[in-house]
Nanobody, 126 residues
Framework: QVQLVESGGGSVQPGGSLRLSCSVS????????MGWFRQASGKDREFVAS????????RYADSVKGRFTISRDNARTTGYLQMNNLEPEDTAVYYC???????????????????WGQGTQVTVSS
């Protein structure tokens, strides 16, 4: 069973940076695609970024393009979401997700992912 554990959330002022980590265990060979989603209070969960675990296709939500970067370490056990130039609108609980057999057109869809972390809070406020 694949398990995902996020870390790295916190509070930051507008314009600041945070890096979220997603530790993957229980079978990275099956986690073909990694995604990051977020859910602000009172709103639906929304797509942030995703990438093929082995490399290749990468997707970003328009709202984070140029500010956020999704990556993973060379050991392929940890995924990252580097968030720069943070805005108050980025405040949300951030979730990492993973799944296998996700087609390109579904990389931005939460329903395509089978495994989810517990979430980590990111607050951007002055």
């Amino acid at each position: 069973q694949v398990q995902l554990v996020e870390s790295g959330g916190g509070s930051v002022q507008p314009g600041g940076s945070l890096r979220l980590s997603c530790s993957v265990s229980g079978g990275t060979s099956r986690t073909i695609t990694m995604g990051w989603f977020r859910q602000a209070s009172g709103k639906d969960r929304e797509f942030v970024a995703s990438r093929r675990w082995q490399g290749g296709a990468v997707r970003y939500a328009d709202s984070v393009k140029g500010r956020f970067t999704i990556s993973r370490d060379n050991a392929r056990t940890t995924g990252y979401l580097q968030m720069n130039n943070l805005e108050p609108e980025d405040t949300a609980v951030y979730y990492c997700a993973a799944g296998s057999g996700i087609i390109l057109s579904s990389m931005t869809s939460a329903s395509a992912y089978s495994y989810w972390g517990q979430g980590t809070q990111v607050t951007v406020s002055s």
